[in-house]
C-alpha cells in the first residue's frame, strides 16, 4: 500500500496494490485504520485492485464505520473494474457515496 498526499487539505492518498481478499486483510485492515487517524479525510485509490471477496467488502465497511465515527471522512477516489462491480453487485454505492463510473457494456 502507498500512501502519498492528497491535493485536499489534510487528506492522505492511499493506493492498494494488492487483492483485498481474506490473505491481505488482516494487513490491511491495520494500515487503512493506522491512516485514518492520521489524516482527517482519506482517500483510498482502489484503482490497482485485482480480486476483492467477502473479507475486502468488511473492510471497506469497517473504514467508512470508523471514519464516520470519528468524524472524519473516508472517500473511495479510483475503483477498478472488479471493486465496481462487487459494490454494484451488493449495492452498496449509495452507503459509500462515491461516484461510480459506469462504463458502457460492449455490444454482442
Same mark, same amino acid.
Given at each position: &500500500?502507498?500512501?502519498? *498526499?492528497?491535493? *485536499?487539505?489534510?487528506?492522505?492518498?492511499? /493506493?492498494?496494490?494488492?487483492?483485498?481478499?481474506?490473505?491481505?486483510?488482516?494487513?490491511?485492515? @491495520? $494500515?487503512?485504520?493506522?491512516?485514518? #487517524?492520521?489524516?482527517?479525510?482519506? @482517500?483510498?485509490?482502489? *484503482? $490497482?485492485?485485482? @480480486?476483492? !471477496? /467477502?473479507? #475486502?467488502? $468488511?473492510?471497506?465497511?469497517?473504514?467508512?464505520? @470508523? +471514519?464516520?465515527?470519528? #468524524?472524519?471522512?473516508?472517500?473511495?477516489?479510483?475503483? *477498478?473494474?472488479?471493486?465496481?462491480? /462487487?459494490?454494484?453487485?451488493?449495492? &452498496?454505492? +449509495?452507503?459509500?457515496? !462515491?461516484?461510480?463510473?459506469? $462504463?458502457?457494456?460492449?455490444?454482442?
Amino acid at each position: &500500500m502507498a500512501t502519498n *498526499s492528497s491535493p *485536499s487539505a489534510n487528506a492522505l492518498r492511499i /493506493t492498494v496494490a494488492q487483492d483485498l481478499t481474506i490473505y491481505n486483510a488482516a494487513a490491511l485492515k @491495520e $494500515q487503512l485504520l493506522k491512516a485514518l #487517524g492520521a489524516a482527517d479525510v482519506l @482517500e483510498l485509490d482502489l *484503482s $490497482q485492485v485485482a @480480486e476483492i !471477496d /467477502t473479507s #475486502g467488502v $468488511q473492510l471497506l465497511l469497517l473504514a467508512k464505520r @470508523e +471514519a464516520l465515527r470519528e #468524524g472524519r471522512t473516508l472517500s473511495i477516489v479510483l475503483h *477498478s473494474p472488479a471493486v465496481q462491480e /462487487t459494490i454494484d453487485f451488493l449495492n &452498496m454505492a +449509495a452507503y459509500f457515496g !462515491d461516484p461510480l463510473v459506469i $462504463q458502457a457494456q460492449a455490444a454482442d
